[in-house]
């Protein structure tokens, strides 16, 4: 089973930066897609932005372009996401997602779900 573990989250003041990481492991490292959502109390799940198994292809949420970079390591079967310009609307659990599939914005898309890592955006 694929498993996912994230970490690199905690507490940062608005405008400052994170960069969460999440490690793949086990078996059935065959995923087309990875990435990151988010879940806010009160709120569903939100992607946030997914990359290509290559790395070659990437997409954003719109309430998190020009903020966040999502880049891939193949060798390490890792996905980082570097969270520039912190907002306190960006605080959430963030979960590691991966998918069978292609490159997709509904949860439903993805089979496989890390725990999740706290990120909270506060002065």
């Known amino acids: 089973q694929l498993q996912l573990v994230e970490s690199g989250g905690g507490l940062v003041q608005p405008g400052g930066s994170l960069r969460l990481s999440c490690a793949a492991s086990?078996?059935?490292?065959?995923?087309?897609?990875i990435g990151w959502f988010r879940q806010a109390p009160g709120k569903e799940r939100e992607g946030i932005s997914c990359?290509?198994?290559?790395?070659?292809?990437?997409n954003y949420a719109d309430s998190v372009q020009g903020r966040f970079t999502i880049t891939r390591d193949t060798a390490k079967n890792a996905v980082y996401l570097q969270m520039n310009s912190l907002k306190p609307e960006d605080t959430a659990v963030y979960h590691c997602?991966?998918?069978?599939?292609?490159?997709?914005?509904?949860?439903?898309?993805?089979?496989?779900w890390g725990q999740g890592t706290q990120v909270t955006v506060s002065s």
């Open positions: 086990g078996k059935g490292l065959d995923y087309n897609a």
């Open positions: 990359i290509s198994a290559s790395g070659s292809n990437a």
């Open positions: 997602v991966a998918s069978p599939g292609g490159l997709s914005t509904s949860s439903d898309d993805y089979a496989y």
